[in-house]
């Protein structure tokens, strides 16, 4: 892994294919975000159906009017697939699970963007935990 300082540098672009709030099959973009004019809380965890990260991608979810109201779009993201994210989403938060979700998962199966971001453990092929707010304006 590489260390590099992120703070006051432009954010790499990135697009992934991601599990939509509506449990679709979709796109996520910071291009597109920063079209529309919004912020992006970038957020990195593990791996789907670990035991403490649920509460953390949960606990966003049901705060997530509030990252609305400041024109914010959420984006998780693990290595995991699309098809492991969503079936994560299926399984109900009693179960270990997430239940519904009110922002995208994203898939970075390839580890590009979790390099990019420097939170990637290269040997495991597994991000770490990792927390981005992204300015809605070019850098």
């Known amino acids: 892994m590489t260390e590099k300082r992120m703070v006051g540098k432009q954010a790499p672009r990135f697009e992934m294919d991601a599990v939509l709030p509506n449990k679709e099959f979709g796109k996520v973009s910071l291009e597109?975000?920063?079209?529309?004019?919004?912020?992006?809380?970038?957020?990195?965890?593990?791996m789907d159906f670990t035991f403490v990260c649920p509460t953390e991608i949960t606990s966003m979810s049901d705060r997530f009017d509030e990252f609305e109201d400041l024109d914010a779009e959420v984006i998780g993201v693990?290595?995991?697939?699309?098809?492991?994210?969503?079936a994560w989403i299926n399984t109900s938060r009693?179960?270990?699970?997430?239940?519904?979700l009110?922002?995208?998962?994203?898939?970075?199966?390839?580890?590009?963007?979790?390099?990019?971001?420097?939170?990637l453990i290269e040997d495991e092929g597994v991000a770490l935990r990792?927390?981005?707010?992204?300015?809605?304006?070019?850098?």
């Open 32 to 46: 597109e975000n920063m079209k529309n004019d919004k912020w992006t809380v970038l957020f990195f965890y593990p």
């Open 78 to 86: 693990s290595t995991d697939t699309i098809h492991t994210h969503k």
């Open 94 to 100: 009693d179960d270990n699970g997430l239940g519904d």
């Open 102 to 119: 009110e922002y995208s998962l994203a898939a970075d199966t390839n580890h590009a963007i979790a390099r990019e971001y420097g939170v």
């Open 130 to 139: 990792g927390l981005f707010i992204i300015s809605q304006k070019a850098n």
